[in-house]
């Protein structure tokens, strides 16, 4: 079984949170390990042979822990980002270029800018007729080393993980941008909380993006797309946070997708406005 990431309220809540689960798998005979939290009251509850074995209470230096696609520092509460840069005998083939840009899997998309460059330039591959294992010669081979020279700076990415304080919120909202360009489409997805000190800040929760098809699409259909790609993420998002549709200001900067969602289009742009009016209030 792989490892899994969770978060509570409190320190009650989470020593509450290991023992049911420790309860719930004994039943299967089944025993949790490598326990790790940012809280030490929480720590201290948990026997030290149940602990992830890199901990040491009062100790500044943490460990990062890794789930899939996930890597957590538990002193600082910060997601990273780990990736290694390419050996000196790497080969740039398609296989060889594919196998490496699936190594840093970020579920929650937070260096998805950086690695839909690298799909752009594996779609390139696909039109240009490479094979799997054919050496890449022309200027694209030049682009793909500049990508792989920018690895080793995805290790200064680090992202809050709590989105947001244990003061009573007196209203919380979630944000969601879109845009696109010839190339790609994207959307990102923010939570706004605003407290009783009047304090607003927002915090980054995830990150969406995929290639543009090679089919020629004009902008204004790419823009629709990734608003088609946004509101999915987004309804993802909201089951988790206990957040109703209605707490949701989507943005877009396409004035032809803002018109279509308020009247009617072709027969493409009307499947995906139905979606969007389904769901959402056009205003």
Known sequence: MDDSIDSVENDEEGVELYCQLKALWGIANMRARKWISNSPK???AIPTEERATEIVINSSQAPVIKTPGISWNSIEDLFT????????????????????????????????????????????????????????????????????EQLNSLNEVKIPRCLRSPEPVKLKRIVKFVDAFQQAYGAAVYIRCKYHNDAIPSHLIAVRGKVAPLTPMTAPRLELMGTILGLRLTQSLLTVLEVTMQSVTFYSDSTDVLWWIRGRGEEFVANQIGEIQIFTEPS
């Open 42 to 44: 929480d720590i201290e």
């Open 81 to 148: 980002v780990t990736a290694s840069s390419v050996l000196p005998d790497f080969q740039t083939t398609k296989r060889n270029v594919l196998r490496k840009v699936a190594t840093i899997f970020k579920p929650l998309g937070f260096v998805c800018p950086y690695v839909i460059v690298a799909k752009i330039l594996l779609q390139e591959l696909w039109v240009r007729s490479y094979d799997w294992d054919d050496v890449v010669q022309d200027e694209i081979a030049n682009k793909i080393g500049d990508w792989f």
